[in-house]
């Protein structure tokens, strides 16, 4: 009777997940419409030679050839990772620590959340408008104050543009991490910091003996989206400095702008937008690595 019993469960749950596969279909219609179609086109546009306005003409690989031949090349990939991991490095423990304080039972934390969530909200042209504004050394914020401090030229300086570069895109994306931290440590059971306590453990000591390593797939998902989407940083960069000075904040993303819609030569920036995704691909792919092989376990591994 239990192995009918066992047979008849097995078949109830591989029809109902038959049934909620159709569940699956629209997203994928909408992926491959917006992803795969368009993806597909720009690797096609990438053996061709196009203006953006004329016909279009086969060229093979010459456009590839003239992108890896290109000395901007390297530049703008080695610049691409270092704001990669300028930007990960101030996020992710600035995100844990918000997410983490977010998360306790503060009488005024509904009102933090929603006050510190503001800057995703704002566009990231607006941003950098207004941080452009606000840093320039004769009508800023330093000059308006008083603040010899404060009047720099900002965005004149290799180090500090590229440092400003780093700072307003933190600014506008650690609100969103923290958020992803918030839920992350609500999901830790509140018994182990109740053991804890009765072992003597103070707040330090229960924050990396317990939440840390309990974030651990958290900390993972948050950098992945975290590094793939500062591949993609363009908008903010291009208001901001345009790539400057000289090429300093010259993005991979933004070299793809210039070639493609400055320079019209359609084939290399597509070229580079094949290489921007394939970055993209192996890089979420080593960080799924860094999770082990079951990266979709839960995170109270410990509990």
Same mark, same amino acid.
């Given at each position: /009777?239990?192995?009918?019993?066992?047979?008849?469960?097995?078949?109830?749950?591989?029809?109902?997940?038959?049934?909620l596969?159709?569940?699956?279909? %629209?997203?994928?219609?909408? @992926?491959?419409?917006?992803?795969?179609?368009?993806?597909?086109?720009?690797?096609?546009?990438s053996f061709?030679?196009?203006?953006?306005?004329?016909?279009?003409?086969?060229?093979?690989?010459?456009?590839?050839r003239?992108?890896?031949?290109?000395?901007?090349?390297?530049?703008?990939?080695w610049?691409?990772?270092?704001? /990669?991991a300028?930007?990960?490095?101030?996020?992710?423990?600035?995100?844990?620590?918000?997410?983490? !304080?977010?998360?306790?039972?503060?009488?005024?934390?509904? !009102?933090?959340?929603?006050?510190?969530?503001?800057?995703?909200?704002?566009?990231?042209?607006? #941003?950098? #408008?207004?941080?452009?504004?606000?840093?320039?050394?004769?009508?800023?914020?330093?000059a308006?104050?008083?603040?010899?401090? $404060?009047v720099?030229?900002?965005?004149?300086?290799?180090?500090?543009? @590229?440092?400003?570069? #780093?700072?307003?895109?933190?600014?506008?994306?650690?609100?969103?991490?923290a958020?992803?931290?918030?839920?992350?440590?609500?999901?830790?059971?509140?018994?182990?910091?109740?053991?804890?306590? $009765?072992?003597?453990?103070?707040?330090?000591?229960? !924050?990396?003996?317990?939440?840390?390593p309990?974030?651990?797939?958290?900390?993972?998902?948050?950098?992945?989206?975290?590094?793939?989407?500062s591949?993609?940083?363009?908008?903010?960069?291009?208001?901001?400095?345009?790539?400057? %000075?000289?090429?300093?904040?010259?993005?991979?993303?933004?070299? /793809?702008?210039?070639?493609?819609?400055?320079?019209?030569? /359609?084939g290399?920036?597509?070229?580079?937008?094949? #290489?921007?995704?394939?970055?993209?691909?192996?890089?979420?792919?080593?960080?799924?690595?860094?999770?082990?092989?079951?990266?979709a376990?839960?995170?109270?591994?410990?509990?």
């Amino acid at each position: /009777m239990s192995t009918v019993a066992t047979s008849a469960t097995a078949a109830s749950r591989a029809g109902r997940s038959g049934s909620l596969a159709w569940l699956a279909v %629209p997203a994928l219609v909408i @992926f491959t419409g917006f992803g795969l179609i368009p993806l597909a086109g720009v690797l096609v546009l990438s053996f061709t030679s196009w203006d953006g306005l004329g016909d279009i003409g086969f060229t093979g690989l010459d456009s590839w050839r003239a992108v890896l031949a290109d000395p901007q090349l390297p530049h703008a990939l080695w610049v691409t990772f270092l704001v /990669m991991a300028a930007s990960w490095a101030v996020q992710t423990p600035a995100s844990i620590l918000l997410g983490t !304080f977010l998360a306790g039972d503060q009488r005024y934390r509904a !009102f933090l959340s929603v006050l510190y969530f503001i800057p995703l909200l704002l566009s990231s042209a607006a #941003i950098a #408008i207004t941080y452009k504004a606000l840093l320039d050394p004769n009508f800023g914020l330093g000059a308006g104050l008083g603040i010899p401090l $404060l009047v720099q030229d900002w965005l004149g300086e290799p180090v500090l543009a @590229f440092s400003v570069v #780093i700072f307003v895109v933190s600014w506008q994306f650690i609100p969103f991490h923290a958020l992803i931290y918030q839920g992350g440590v609500r999901q830790i059971p509140r018994s182990m910091y109740e053991a804890a306590e $009765l072992d003597g453990a103070g707040r330090v000591r229960k !924050f990396f003996s317990i939440t840390l390593p309990q974030l651990k797939y958290t900390i993972i998902t948050s950098s992945t989206l975290m590094v793939v989407g500062s591949l993609t940083f363009f908008d903010l960069i291009f208001v901001l400095t345009a790539g400057g %000075p000289g090429d300093t904040t010259r993005v991979l993303a933004l070299d /793809m702008y210039k070639r493609g819609f400055q320079a019209n030569l /359609m084939g290399p920036a597509s070229a580079i937008a094949v #290489i921007l995704v394939l970055v993209g691909l192996v890089l979420a792919l080593l960080l799924r690595r860094l999770g082990g092989r079951d990266a979709a376990h839960s995170q109270l591994e410990g509990a």
